[in-house]
């Protein structure tokens, strides 16, 4: 039981360039985000998804897209990559229900040059 | 605006003190109001909070919440250099699943 991996750990792009960063859950949750971490900040959601084949916005999602087309997994997608990007990336997914906390994945470390 | 906020934004310790952090909200339709520890990776649980009055404790730590103030807070005693982290605070808006993250408090506990 995994519970909550990201793919890849680090990555380095070019300003304008495009890359996908993978969630996966072995959990089966109904639940999962996408958040972004910045120096000094807490959490802020990008996207988020109740189910598959849904996803709604977060509080900061221009310049990204997201896609749940399993329920196991998560993708987010930087089209055209802007030095503002540059950040931590966790991924989090939970059960459905009230009372239920998220379990985090380990982070993606995104530089945009 | 659904809103947290987490105060003080940093804190100085020695070893053996007692420390206790704020997180004040301002959420609508609120659920639960959850604690994380964040060392240098993920964000690690420590507390869910829904009813007011009720602590929670886990060995040193120990958590409250009042919704009628629409705070909480979360106290650790006997601090350890262990305990140095970023402490989250998060609120989840029940009609939208969303979590509503803190800035955090940077607590540093010297030897």
């Known amino acids: 039981n995994a519970g909550v991996t990201q793919t890849p750990k680090f990555r380095v792009l070019k300003t304008g360039q495009s890359m996908t960063l993978l969630c996966a859950q072995d959990?089966?949750?109904?639940?999962m985000y996408w958040y972004r971490q910045d120096p000094g900040m807490g959490l802020r959601l990008i996207h988020y998804?109740?189910?598959?084949?849904?996803?709604a916005k977060g509080e900061v999602p221009d310049g990204y897209n997201v896609s749940r087309l399993k329920k196991q997994n998560f993708l987010l997608g930087l089209e055209s990559a802007a030095p503002s990007q540059t950040s931590v990336y966790f991924c989090a997914s939970r059960r459905v229900g009230g009372g239920e906390t998220q379990y985090f994945g380990p982070g993606t470390r995104l530089l945009v040059l | 605006e659904d809103k947290v906020v987490q105060s003080p934004l940093s804190l100085v310790v020695h070893e053996g003190d007692t420390v206790t952090l704020n997180c004040s909200y301002e959420v609508t339709n609120f659920r639960s109001l959850l604690w994380y520890k964040q060392e240098k990776k993920a964000p690690t649980f420590l507390f869910m909070l829904t009813s007011s009055g009720i602590e929670k404790k886990s060995g040193r730590l120990s958590s409250i919440l009042d919704k009628k103030e629409l705070f909480s807070i979360l106290n650790i005693t006997a601090t350890q250099t262990g305990d140095s982290a970023v402490y989250l605070c998060?609120?989840?808006?029940?009609?939208?699943?969303?979590?509503?993250f803190g800035t955090g408090t940077r607590l540093k506990v010297l030897a």
């Open positions: 998804s109740v189910g598959e084949g849904t996803t």
């Open positions: 998060a609120v989840e808006n029940a009609g939208t699943y969303k979590y509503i």
């Open positions: 959990m089966n949750h109904e639940y």
